[in-house]
Every structure is written in structure tokens, then in C-alpha cells.
């Protein structure tokens, strides 16, 4: 199976029609970029930049964050990276960052939330983001935006990084796109006013599944009621992908639902452009892609859409996979 993997991996990620759905790849740290390379991926989905923090005593200075993410570009090229801001707090903890105990912490003061309360800690990165993307095609990314006005706010300082590097006469991106990932229901719900100000959407479906079920994605005992085709959750990816095309704006899903064959025709069907995986699993999903036809996806998204129960939606996912892979 691995070999008639190889094969595939120089082919395009074209469905039988040709519509082509941008495959990449998920990566921690930077030297699993050579993995997303020979995998076939067409670049990096989303770099979690949290694991450059964890472990140390320190956070990274601008310096170290930058060598980091220029590797990563430049070895990417001519492909995108799709740098994933700081996600710090939740399960994620960073000795480095002093983070305080909270009673809820996947509802506290984690992600683009720290960042925005921690103005110097973010920026730095910001920078070291705007420098890496003058030397590659890098974009940024915020992860758990719940509204408009934290992407304002994080674009402001992001502006301010612009101001602070050109006084310094240091090179950057001032174009950079600035992305954000769809994982907070409340961004969900609100995504046709957050397509207006963003370039692209990522949609983080573990978190977006354990936020809008409300159940924990690591707690054991209600495991059962974590279901990526829970009905809320496929209105939910429907109508922020609907947000995105009516303000031209592409939408992918990087969450494990992205790389999880069961799911790749209803997601294709629901009209995702780009699907983000682990490394270990691209040569799959694009050979899943390759088998599909665009026209039988759209049919049965519209089909399953209508069903009332994840156990039935689930179950014809594993049909329609059966019947094609
Ligand atoms: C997600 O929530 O789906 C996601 C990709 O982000 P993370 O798993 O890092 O929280
Ligand atoms: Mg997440």
C-alpha cells in the first residue's frame, strides 16, 4: 500500500472533474516540514507554533521564532504556510508563560485571548511572522477569534509590527494575509461579518465539535457524544462555508476531520477548497480525493443534510466511502 502510495504523491488533488481541493499538511515543529514535502502536500495548513514554547523556561525571542518559521518557508516554497498564532492555555500549558489556573481553562484565557491580553508576547511573534513572510509565501493565521472585534484588535497590533519593523529597516511582508481559524461557534454563527475582514478561513473542527456539543474532546467518559456529524456541527461547516464563497473568500478545514477518508466526500460535497491533514495521512486523502466525483459529493451532502442523527449521517459516510475507497 505505501508504494502504490509513492505514486501518487507528484499527481494533482483533483476530484474526476478536476476541481481541485488544496491538500496540506499540519505540522508542531519545524522539521516535520521535510515529511509534509514528501508527502506530496502542497504546503503547510496550519503550523501550531505553540510547541516552540512548551518545555523551557523562556519563551522564543523574535530571533529564534524567526529562523524558525523562514526554515519552514523556505523550504515550503513554492507552496504557502499558514503560520497559526500562538494557541497557548486550554490543554496547553507553557511554563515559559506564566499562565495562571483557571477552573475552566477551554474557556478561558487561551489562544488569541492570551495573545491580546499579552500584547508583547504576541507582537514578538508577529514580527518574527511579517520577516519570515518577506522571504516565503507565508500567511497568519488566529486561532478561537469569537467575533469581529478580536480580529480588529489583533490587526491593530499587527499594524503596529508593520510601523515597528519599518523603523527598524528590518525586511517584511506589509502584505501579508491574515486568515483565522472558525472553531468558536460564535465565529461560526458570524462568519459572513468576519469574511469581510479576513483572507481565508480554517475551520478547526475538534475544537468547533467540542464547543458546539459542549463536550470535552479528551474527556473519556462522554467520548460517545463527540461526533463530527452531529447535524449542528455540518450546519454549522455548511453555513460558514456559504459566508466564505459569498465573500470570495476560501475556507479549509485543518481539524482531524480533514484527514479522516470517512469524511472527505461530505466535506467535499459541503464545498470545503482546502483540507489540512498530518503529513501521514496526505498520500490517503488525496487518493480519496482522486476517486471522488464533485457532481456525487454535492448530492450527498444535500442528501445527508437532511438526516436527523449523527449515528445515520456517520453511518452513509461510510458507505458512500466503502462504495469509492
Ligand atoms: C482544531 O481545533 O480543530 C484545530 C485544528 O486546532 P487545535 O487542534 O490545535 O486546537
Ligand atoms: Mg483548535
Redesign the pocket.
Known amino acids: 500500500v505505501e508504494e502504490r502510495l509513492e505514486l501518487i504523491r507528484d499527481t494533482v488533488s483533483a476530484t474526476q472533474e478536476g476541481r481541485h481541493i488544496i491538500l496540506s499538511a499540519n505540522i508542531e515543529l519545524p522539521e516535520e516540514v521535510d515529511d509534509v514535502i514528501s508527502s506530496g502536500a502542497e504546503g503547510v495548513g496550519l503550523y501550531r507554533t505553540e510547541f516552540l514554547y512548551l518545555n523551557r523556561e523562556e519563551p522564543p525571542d523574535e530571533e529564534e521564532q524567526f529562523e524558525n518559521y523562514r526554515l519552514v518557508a523556505e523550504r515550503a516554497k513554492p507552496h504557502s504556510v499558514i503560520i497559526r498564532t500562538l ?1 497557548i492555555g ?1 490543554d496547553k500549558l507553557s511554563e515559559s508563560l506564566e499562565l495562571e489556573e483557571e477552573e475552566n481553562p477551554f474557556l478561558g484565557c487561551r ?1 488569541i485571548r492570551f495573545c491580546l491580553q499579552n500584547p508583547d508576547i504576541f507582537k514578538t511573534q508577529l514580527r518574527a511572522i511579517l520577516r519570515a513572510a518577506a522571504l516565503g509565501n507565508v500567511r497568519v493565521m488566529y ?2 477569534i469569537s467575533g469581529v472585534s478580536e480580529l480588529r484588535q489583533a490587526n491593530a497590533l499587527l499594524e503596529e509590527c508593520k510601523v515597528e519593523l519599518r523603523e527598524r529597516g528590518v525586511e517584511f511582508n506589509p502584505d501579508i494575509e491574515v486568515g483565522i ?1 472558525i ?1 468558536v461557534p460564535s465565529a461560526a454563527l458570524c462568519a459572513d461579518l468576519l469574511a469581510r475582514e479576513a483572507k481565508f478561513f480554517s475551520i ?1 473542527t ?3 465539535i467540542q464547543y458546539s456539543i459542549a463536550v470535552d474532546r479528551g474527556n473519556d467518559k462522554i467520548a460517545h457524544l463527540y461526533e463530527p456529524t452531529h447535524p449542528s456541527v455540518l450546519r454549522l461547516i455548511k453555513s460558514v462555508i456559504e459566508a466564505a464563497h459569498r465573500n470570495n473568500i476560501w475556507v479549509g478545514v485543518c ?1 482531524e476531520m480533514a484527514g479522516d477518508i470517512q469524511y472527505t466526500p461530505l466535506l467535499i460535497g459541503l464545498g470545503v477548497d482546502e483540507l489540512s491533514a498530518s503529513s501521514s495521512v496526505v498520500p490517503r486523502v488525496k487518493k480519496a480525493v482522486q476517486s471522488l466525483s464533485l457532481a456525487t459529493c454535492q448530492t450527498f451532502a444535500n442528501e445527508v443534510f437532511e438526516a436527523d442523527t449523527a449515528e445515520v449521517i456517520l453511518k452513509r459516510c461510510i458507505e458512500i466511502a466503502r462504495a469509492h475507497y
Do not use: F, Y
Open positions: 494557541d486550554g489562544a486561532p478561537m481559524m472553531e478547526g475538534n475544537d468547533l481539524g
